[in-house]
């Protein structure tokens, strides 16, 4: 029954407040049927209230009749509003852009779009031009477009897409930059280092998004110490959540979570990679292991054991596979082998193949009172973190304690080259996590100390 609930707050003053348009001395939805009726053209019944008294309230245009100048004449019924329909205090942010209710985004939902809100016959409309407004947060033929924005995000992509503006749309809600980052840590890229970089941070809870120039844009929330990273064979982000014993699948284009899995079987996954087949290897550190899951996310094998011995792992921290060594269709399973200071190798089955190690070199030409050397030496394996390798072949280990990153011979562990070392300064490196080699071989190294990356040309 209409009327059920008024609102008649005490001491009102406003004698040209217009609210209680029935004049039966109270505000209820009476008035606000013929208010409905009145302005909106629309019944009552169907008009999103919370919407409409976000706009009113924040001075914006809501559909056709009612404008900012209006709203001071019904406060009252705004307030009425507010309470009757839990609006106070709330931020709508409804995705609406499907407006024929149809379950796509298209030119009809333009129309209806265009008709309903700009006034205009869609064809007239410089869609572009109310694209770039809307994103850049614009009038838009003198009005605001703050709830275009908000609320419709999928049909300002469409916009963007069938018109061919420029400009980026808004990132979705799933991937709105919220938090700044605090201790990157592990990182990863499209195979062919033509996108985004995906950087976990198990601080904030959250896996950041780089464009290509490593400039911050996007972030997924709501994880829990996320490590490992990697991009399945179905273009999904992997990430390895510590603090919820699994991976969890998203997907890039929205943020959404696709599908989890390793439930009771992965504890710490700290690293991620993908095989050629689309297989995926846990490193799980806290289990000493390396778990490997098919393209559905189903466990095929485990690879290594707890211990010391010549094929175990010591809490492992990274994998990487290799293809060549000398035989251009063979791949090997190299495995950052941490608190027993080596790199294991392994066939992709899990047999154990060889060991590396890395002794360290010593300087040549060494001033003995000052320490520095005219041809510097390398410290050996103290606490190895990371591995990737390059377009050359060559093994890449970055070591967390030294602060450098050793270039190997795969086949036999010979010593290559070095780069990196200790220090806060650009090109030098704190208590690096992660290493990630692009095609021109360049190397990208998160730091350690926050939300520094580096950058080096390897040698």
């Given amino acids: 029954m209409l009327g059920a609930l008024a609102w008649a707050p005490l001491g009102y003053a406003n004698p040209l407040d217009k609210s209680d348009m029935n004049s039966d001395g109270v505000v209820d939805t009476l008035d606000l049927a013929i208010f409905s009726d009145t302005y909106l053209e629309q019944d009552w019944q169907t008009v999103d209230w919370c919407a409409f008294h976000e706009n009113s309230v924040t001075n914006e245009r809501y559909f056709r009749k009612l404008t900012s100048e209006n709203t001071s004449s019904y406060e009252r019924l705004l307030q009425f509003i507010a309470y009757y329909y839990y609006c106070q205090g709330q931020t709508d942010t409804t995705e609406k852009s499907d407006l024929n209710g149809d379950s796509v985004v298209d030119v009809e939902d333009l129309v209806i779009f265009s008709t309903n809100y700009l006034e205009m016959n869609w064809i007239n409309v410089d869609w572009c031009l109310f694209y770039d407004s809307t994103v850049s947060g614009a009038e838009f033929n003198g009005r605001s477009t703050k709830y275009f924005l908000t609320h419709f995000e999928l049909l300002l992509e469409f916009i963007n897409d069938y018109y061919y503006c420029s400009g980026d749309p808004p990132p979705p809600v799933g991937l709105r930059l919220e938090n700044t980052p605090s201790y990157l840590a592990r990182i990863t890229s499209t195979p062919y280092f033509d996108s985004d970089y995906y950087i976990t941070d198990p601080v904030i809870g959250s896996l950041f998004i780089y464009d290509v120039d490593l400039v911050l844009k ?242």
């Fill in 218 to 459: 996007a972030e997924i929330k709501g994880l829990n110490k996320p490590l490992g990273v990697a991009i399945d064979s179905q273009g999904l982000i992997l990430i390895g959540n510590n603090g919820r014993d699994n991976v969890e699948a998203y997907d890039p284009a929205n943020g959404n979570l696709v599908a989890m899995f390793g439930q009771d079987q992965v504890k710490m996954p700290t690293a991620i990679t993908v095989d050629s087949l689309g297989n995926i290897y846990v490193t799980d550190s806290l289990r000493h292991a390396v778990f490997v899951f098919d393209p559905g996310y189903n466990l095929i094998r485990t690879i290594g054991r707890a211990g010391q011995g010549q094929s175990d792992l010591d809490f492992p921290v990274d994998a990487e596979i290799l293809v060549g060594n000398g035989e251009p269709n063979v791949a090997e399973l190299f495995v950052a082998d941490q608190k027993n200071n080596r790199v294991q190798v392994f066939d992709l089955q899990g047999n154990w193949l060889r060991s590396l190690t890395f002794d360290g070199l010593p300087g040549t030409d060494c001033n003995w009172f000052t320490g520095v050397c005219e041809i510097p030496g390398s410290p050996g394996f103290i606490r190895v973190q990371a591995l990737d390798s390059d377009s050359l072949g060559r093994l890449h280990v970055l070591d967390n304690f030294n602060a450098s990153v050793v270039i190997l011979d795969p086949s036999d562990g010979a010593y290559i080259n070095s780069y990196g070392g200790y220090g806060t300064e650009a090109g030098l490196l704190a208590v690096p996590l992660d290493v990630r080699i692009s095609e021109s071989n360049m190397a990208i190294i998160t730091a350690g100390d926050g939300d520094r990356i580096e950058v080096f040309v390897t040698p």
